[in-house]
């Protein structure tokens, strides 16, 4: 577990020493949480890299400073997750642009990120909270519900999170998401969050079940 954020500082000037040219790595997990106060400590870093040559530059640097690749486990069954990186405390989960099947990071989302370390050879950048809680909806890891109602309690822009998924769904033509979404979102508000999208992530469900009925018939 990580409970520092000098830690995360002090890893990727280690990388950033390492890597062989410039690269964007977007962080859209815990590390975020972790700076902002809003979670003690966390195990993951959550990156995501835009192009297949990033991700095999950073696999590559990652490896020369021991960190061990590990097999995805079934907590990470609905994420495209590509590899898991580990050394010592550290635990790194790598994407290629792809984070859940075809929901992927969106030029929106770079847009909203902002540069949080701007190393010689790194330009981190962190998501915005709004990317993060939809990310989060998408995962069976422990502890990402609870993150979700830490976002939510800071305060989060709730009208981003249902045009992004909207965007995901229309591009990548995998309007089943909504389903395992809204799923998420229930137990988020049985868990007692407030959720003022649920209206229309419900008529969202309502009309994919409907087509989906009519694809079996």
Same mark, same amino acid.
């Given at each position: 577990? #990580?409970?520092?954020?000098?830690?995360? $500082?002090?890893?990727?000037?280690?990388?950033?020493?390492?890597?062989?040219?410039?690269?964007?790595?977007?962080?859209?997990?815990?590390?975020?949480?972790?700076?902002?106060?809003?979670?003690?400590?966390?195990?993951?870093?959550?990156?995501?890299?835009?192009?297949?040559? @990033?991700?095999?530059?950073?696999?590559?640097?990652?490896?020369?400073?021991?960190?061990?690749?590990? #097999?995805?486990?079934?907590?990470?069954?609905?994420?495209?997750?590509?590899?898991?990186?580990?050394?010592? !405390? /550290?635990?790194? !989960?790598?994407? +290629?642009? $792809?984070?859940?099947?075809?929901?992927?990071?969106?030029?929106?989302?770079?847009?909203?990120?902002?540069?949080?370390?701007?190393?010689?050879?790194?330009?981190?950048?962190?998501?915005?909270?709004?990317?993060?809680?939809?990310?989060?909806?998408?995962? $069976?890891?422990?502890?990402?519900? $609870? !993150?979700?109602?830490?976002?939510?309690?800071?305060?989060?822009?709730?009208?981003?999170?249902?045009? @992004?998924?909207?965007? +995901?769904?229309? +591009?990548?033509?995998? !309007?089943?998401?909504?389903?395992?979404?809204?799923?998420?979102?229930?137990?988020?508000?049985?868990?007692?969050?407030?959720?003022?999208?649920?209206?229309?992530?419900?008529?969202?469900?309502?009309?994919? /079940? @409907?087509?989906?009925?009519?694809?079996?018939?």
């Amino acid at each position: 577990m #990580i409970s520092k954020f000098n830690q995360i $500082e002090k890893l990727f000037k280690e990388i950033n020493s390492t890597l062989k040219r410039k690269i964007r790595i977007f962080v859209i997990g815990g590390v975020v949480l972790l700076q902002q106060g809003l979670k003690p400590a966390t195990k993951d870093i959550d990156l995501i890299v835009e192009t297949r040559e @990033e991700f095999i530059l950073l696999q590559n640097t990652l490896k020369s400073i021991n960190f061990i690749v590990k #097999i995805p486990n079934i907590e990470y069954k609905n994420m495209n997750l590509n590899q898991i990186f580990i050394r010592d !405390d /550290f635990r790194i !989960d790598l994407f +290629q642009k $792809e984070i859940c099947g075809r929901f992927s990071i969106s030029k929106e989302m770079m847009k909203r990120a902002v540069t949080f370390l701007n190393l010689e050879k790194i330009k981190l950048a962190f998501c915005s909270n709004e990317d993060i809680f939809l990310f989060k909806t998408m995962t $069976e890891r422990g502890g990402d519900l $609870e !993150d979700c109602i830490s976002l939510a309690q800071r305060g989060i822009r709730w009208n981003i999170i249902l045009n @992004e998924l909207k965007n +995901q769904i229309k +591009q990548s033509s995998q !309007d089943v998401w909504i389903t395992w979404v809204g799923e998420r979102l229930d137990i988020l508000e049985d868990k007692g969050l407030n959720i003022p999208i649920m209206k229309e992530i419900n008529q969202l469900r309502e009309r994919y /079940f @409907e087509r989906y009925e009519k694809k079996l018939n």
